[in-house]
Each structure stands twice: as C-alpha cells, then as structure tokens.
C-alpha cells in the first residue's frame, strides 16, 4: 500500500519548501501551477520510520553490523521523507520529475 497521494501543486509558493522554489525559480514553479501542470508528493510518513520493519534478507545475508557478522533483524534503517515534484506534460498525458528534494531542509 502506497501511504502517499500525487497532489496538484495550485499554491507552489506555500505548498513547497524553500530550497525548492529557490532552486527552480518561484516564476517558473508559479507558471506551471497556473497551467495546473505542477504536481508533488510529500513522503511525510517515511519521517518517523527509523527502523526497518519488514526486514528482507534472511539473517545470514545481512552482514551490515560494524564486525562483518550479520546483522540482527532489528538492525536500524533510516529512511529519507523526500519531497518528489512533477510536471504534467498535456502532450504525452505523462508525469515528468521535475525535482526530488530528500531532506527537509
């Protein structure tokens, strides 16, 4: 199950982070969002995740502790909540990135 929902980004300038609207330019992203081709998906809940929970290799394939002997099943992974931006393209009814920002800065 997908947690996340693609959104039409309609008010760029408050929906998105600073970094990105820096980084692109608030006319352009401003632009897009008129056309209503501006699109994003915010993967909030990965922010919480700090551990695994579905652990996918069996205990002797996971050889990621500090002494090279496997790791337990609880080993810690951190996940990124990255901030995904698309562009709508009319012409080939497709979702293009535009940006994917990984940190909440």
């Known amino acids: ?20 609207i820096n980084h692109f330019g608030e006319k352009k992203l401003k632009e897009l969002a008129e056309k209503n081709q501006l699109l ?15 652990q996918s290799f069996p205990l002797p394939m996971n050889n990621e502790s ?7 099943q ?12 698309f562009i709508y393209d009319y012409g080939t009814n497709e979702l293009d990135v535009l940006g994917i920002q990984l940190e909440r800065t």
């Open 66 to 72: 500090a002494n090279g002997e496997p790791a337990p």
């Open 74 to 85: 609880d080993h810690p992974k951190y996940f990124y909540a990255p901030l995904v931006t």
């Open 40 to 54: 994003f998906v915010s993967y909030d809940d990965l922010a919480d995740l700090n551990v695994n929970p579905h």
């Open 1 to 20: 199950v997908n947690p996340v929902m693609i959104e039409v980004a309609n008010d760029p300038l408050r929906q998105l982070p600073k970094s990105m």
